[in-house]
């Protein structure tokens, strides 16, 4: 058998302060970040930059909307990148308990919570830990891995 290539995904939570997690077609979660980037016209730099330095990026998933989630569309297209646009109700519903959505400061936190849990799980080296927008990016991405049949199952994070 052929050793296929792994392809890679691009989680973003959209905002001028963005979360940011890549992951591998196995789930694996090999970076999370934070980014200040302090204005749309910088946004688009960097979005332009990290996206051009990372080798086999298939796809690129955004929770959020609007202007910023629009950067994010558009570099992917100039790269020929598959996009995938949500938000925050999608991936927790399927995430996260009702209780823990009932409001955005608690979703934030459990997103944060349940995001330590899976560096703890699956042995990714934590470089910090995560905040919210880390953290949800972090979510969004297994959410996306799950639904492009990467993952068999969504990891119990609670």
């Known amino acids: 058998m052929l050793n296929e290539k792994p392809e890679f995904l691009l989680a973003v939570d959209a ?9 591998d077609s196995s789930g694996k979660l090999h970076w999370y970040r934070s980014h200040n980037m302090g204005s749309v016209p910088s946004l688009k ?21 609007g202007q910023i989630a629009l950067v994010w569309k558009r570099v992917a297209e100039r790269f020929g990148i598959k ?9 927790r ?12 400061e608690a979703a934030k936190q459990t997103a ?12 990714t080296p934590p470089t910090q ?15 996306c891995s799950y639904k492009l049949g990467w993952l068999k199952q969504l990891p119990n994070l609670h």
């Open 112 to 123: 944060i919570d349940m995001a330590i849990r899976f560096l703890k799980k699956n042995g």
């Open 45 to 65: 730099k960097a979005a332009f930059h990290m996206v051009n330095a990372i080798p086999d990026l298939n796809y690129i998933v955004v929770e959020g909307g």
């Open 15 to 23: 905002g001028v302060k963005t979360g940011l997690a890549l992951f």
């Open 83 to 91: 996009f995938i646009m949500t938000d925050a109700l999608q991936w």
């Open 129 to 143: 830990t995560p905040i919210h927008d880390s953290a949800e990016a972090i979510l969004t991405g297994i959410w």
């Open 93 to 104: 519903r399927d995430l996260l308990y009702s209780r823990e959505q009932r409001s955005g």
